[in-house]
């Protein structure tokens, strides 16, 4: 923060264009401005809102001593302390006072959002409290068109912001937040020497973010690999759980396989008379009495439901009939005819007839 004072300040009008455009114009203007040539001045500004105007500001270099330029080099900006409020968002007509330990500056802002007129004073150290009150008058005279005054008793200290993309200052209830975009500009330092320190600031924060970015990683590895090992942990509870309950588990499926064996021999079975009656009828009337069993089989390796029947016929027609009267049997899974070579005067064939599982009962003792 340096002393307001020493620094000249101009409102120049802007033609429209490019940020960079708009540097060239404030150079040119501070070059016609000042009986000194640009590179022996420090100098910033800070763009209206509209881009109409900028408000610039120049002090010559001689002005500062080599022991104050070496202490700049560590500082995040550089600027004239009436600088400091330009981040505020102030009426038209507000005047800012602002009393430094021996100066009392007032900054004048416009209707561009940017101070239009800034003068100082300075004070002598031994002055009362009625040569302190003439001066704020003259100053404010001196000004004119004052609306609001705020009036800060120091200078306007930088905070700690949240975020690295903008710089809090503050004095009392006034602050200023200065954009990134506002930062580069008033700061006064020699351009090419700025270029360089953004160029070095960047790189540190992108390594920081990195450095962040792979702690954050670790963490979370770090919260991964806990979680493994309680994984583990539980996993190994529940298997010395299982362990201890797998003999009484097997003791309970060995009786369970025991139960279904004793269901299936006692329910599961080859049922052949019950098989022949359903098919014949109790008292044959549904088998013609011109058909006659020649073989009746039943095999395991066809399933429990299938019995094969071989039967011969003088009357073939009879054959239709009965395959009909099979149809209609409501335990009837599936029923095949199949002819057979004949033999002499008789026409046989071959009966195939599947039930329904569970259909048929065993029949009682």
Do not use: C
Request: net charge neutral; glycine share 8%; charged share 25%.
């Amino acid at each position: 923060m340096l002393p307001s004072a020493l620094f000249v300040t101009r409102t120049i009008p802007l033609a429209v264009g490019a940020p960079a455009e708009v540097a060239n114009q404030v150079e040119l203007a501070v070059e016609g401005l000042s009986p000194f040539p640009l590179a022996q001045l420090y100098y910033g500004w800070a763009k209206a809102q509209d881009g109409s105007k900028a408000f610039v500001f120049a002090a010559y270099r001689r002005r500062f001593t080599s022991e104050q330029v070496t202490g700049w080099e560590g500082a995040e900006v550089v600027l004239p302390s009436f600088a400091a409020t330009l981040g505020a968002k102030l009426e038209p007509g507000t005047t800012v006072l602002i009393w430094e330990a021996d100066a009392l500056t007032a900054v004048g802002w416009g209707d561009a959002g940017i101070p239009e007129r800034v003068s100082s004073r300075s004070i002598d150290t031994s002055a009362d409290d009625a040569e302190k009150a003439r001066l704020k008058d003259e100053l404010l005279a001196s000004l004119g068109g004052t609306k609001v005054i705020v009036e800060l008793t120091a200078p306007p200290e930088p905070q700690s912001g949240k975020s690295d993309r903008e710089l809090i200052f503050q004095a009392g209830e006034f602050t200023s937040r200065l954009s990134p975009e506002v930062t580069a500009t008033v700061d006064v330092r020699d351009r090419s020497e700025l270029a360089l320190l953004r160029g070095a600031h960047q790189r540190d924060r992108m390594l920081w973010r990195t450095i962040l970015g792979m702690a954050a990683v670790l963490g979370i590895l770090a919260i991964g690999e806990f979680a493994l090992i309680g994984g583990r942990a539980w996993q190994g509870v529940r298997l010395a759980k299982l362990n201890a309950q797998k003999p009484i588990v097997d003791k309970i499926m060995t009786a369970q396989d025991l139960a279904n064996r004793i269901e299936d021999l006692a329910t599961k079975q080859l049922l052949p008379l019950e098989m022949l009656t359903e098919l014949v009828g109790v008292n044959l009337e549904r088998k013609p009495s011109d058909i006659q069993f020649t073989r009746v089989q039943t095999d395991k390796s066809r399933g429990l439901y299938t019995v094969v029947i071989d039967a011969q016929t003088t009357n073939a027609p009879q054959m239709s009939v009965y395959q009909s009267a099979l149809e209609k049997l409501p335990s009837k899974e599936k029923v095949e005819f199949l002819p057979q070579p004949s033999r002499g005067q008789f026409a046989t064939f071959r009966i195939i007839f599947t039930f329904k599982p569970g259909v048929l009962k065993p029949s009682a003792s």
